[in-house]
């Protein structure tokens, strides 16, 4: 971690003119005040990319393009120039920045999904591991510290064998926004031009999949996929892509799961959550409700787990890990959210951007944030269901 002896690290932005992400990932960034934007290629429209940099809160250097800003920072000294850049464009334009500035020695925050296609990640993949430079990829979700503590009870061995894991993405955008005239602005979504085989599956499939990943150490072997369009937009027809993903899957320990994703549900909000049921108890996580975890254990009541209130000697919980415990959070009843979970993924990855700096980074275990192989992994699990589908709903290994 950072010290007051250290300065800031700059971040350069790729995209963010208009979602509401780069503002989620601003605040994340200024959280700590250890890190800062210093730099924006803020749109694909040249005119807008500047005109949006002026408008940024406090000033920052805009360019027209991300080669650009590119070729701009690496005119600037170290200390000047970006010390990593953060990718927010639609998914169709991750691959060619996130290449090019890992190239130069840049690294990269990638939102997810990775890329457009499996090739294109495995591609980033190799780079990354040639380049030995720190790479994430946003998975927002892991950034929760009870995220992380459901992590460690499922791989302690708490819940015994895992053999069943139920996890869901509900979201209502497509059912909602839909019916508004700005839809268009999201309309890239439904394309497989810009947003990838799969939609649905792409955009929170793909969080679903890392969440469950994550928390239980295990990985799909083998799925049976439904990809549907169940709400039709005009002009998209037979390209259309899916707003309804369902995958059943079979897991590497001979555990099976449930990956859902949905776009139409109205009334669910962003509600991704998970449970894990082991041969000992179970576990139940939520995001709208990320100050909690709730653990069954067999012949025992209920217990509803709050984030501050667990403490290394409660006599529950075995070996909580220290650095779990030393996570800077906000006391319980100040309820953490997702500009947090957002933050301590970045706080993590400036820990490794200034390992890397100065010649100590040894790569990343995952345990702290999405890899660039987990944004494979995604990829690859999105072209499996795809296969699937297109065959049937046939079982598929990965
Ligand atoms: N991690 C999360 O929770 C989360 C949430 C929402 C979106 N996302 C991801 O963020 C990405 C962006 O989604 P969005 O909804 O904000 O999209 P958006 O269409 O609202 O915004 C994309 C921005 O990228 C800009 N852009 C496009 N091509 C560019 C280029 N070549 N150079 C510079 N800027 C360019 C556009 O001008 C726009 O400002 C997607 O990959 C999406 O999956 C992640």
């Known amino acids: 971690m950072s010290n007051s002896n250290q300065r800031p690290l700059n971040v350069g932005l790729v995209g963010g003119s208009s979602g509401f992400i780069a503002k989620a990932h601003q605040r994340a960034i200024f959280m700590d005040g250890t890190r800062r934007v210093t730099a924006g290629a803020l749109s694909s429209n040249s005119e807008k990319a500047m005109a949006s940099a002026s408008e940024w809160p406090y000033p920052i250097v805009g360019y027209e393009s991300f080669d650009a ?88 061995g708490l819940l015994g064998d895992i053999r069943w894991v139920d996890v869901s993405y509900l979201q209502s955008w497509m059912a909602v926004r839909s019916r508004n005239p700005d839809f268009a602005k999201t309309a890239w979504r439904l394309d497989p031009a810009k947003s990838g085989p799969s939609n649905c599956g792409g955009d929170i499939g793909t969080h679903a999949l890392m969440q469950l990943r994550y928390i239980t150490g295990l990985e799909v072997k083998a799925l049976s996929a439904h990809l549907e369009s169940l709400v039709k937009i005009e002009g998209f027809e037979a390209d ?122 040894n790569g990343t275990d995952g345990s702290k944030y999405a890899t660039v192989d987990d944004g494979v992994t995604g990829l690859r699990f999105i072209e499996k269901a795809v296969e699937s589908n297109r065959n049937g709903h046939a079982w598929v290994e990965l």
């Open 240 to 361: 259309q892509l899916d707003d309804h993903f369902t995958a059943y899957c079979q897991l590497d320990n001979g555990g099976r799961a449930l990956v859902r994703a949905t776009q139409i549900a109205i009334g669910h909000k962003n509600d991704l959550r998970i449970e894990v049921n082991g041969a000992l108890g179970s576990l139940k996580w939520a995001q709208e409700e990320s100050e909690k975890l709730v653990i069954n254990l067999i012949d025992q009541p209920e217990r509803i787990h709050w984030r501050g209130g667990i403490h290394a000697n409660d006599g529950f919980f075995q070996n909580l890990p220290e650095e779990l415990m030393d996570e800077p959070t906000t006391p319980w009843g100040h309820a953490e959210g997702f500009h947090d979970a957002f933050a301590r993924l970045h706080r993590c990855f400036e820990s490794d951007v200034r390992a890397y700096q100065s010649g100590t980074y």
């Open 69 to 156: 800003m590119l070729e701009g920072e690496l005119e600037k000294s170290a200390g000047e120039r970006i010390d990593y850049v953060l990718i927010l464009t639609p998914n169709h334009a991750h691959f060619e920045p996130a290449r090019k500035f890992i190239e130069a020695g840049i690294p990269v925050f990638c939102e997810k999904p990775l890329t457009l296609s499996l090739q294109e990640s495995e591609t980033l993949s190799a780079i990354v591991k040639e380049k030995e430079i720190p790479f994430c990829v946003a998975h927002t979700y892991l950034g929760h510290w009870t995220t992380r503590l459901a992590r460690h009870v499922v791989q302690s």
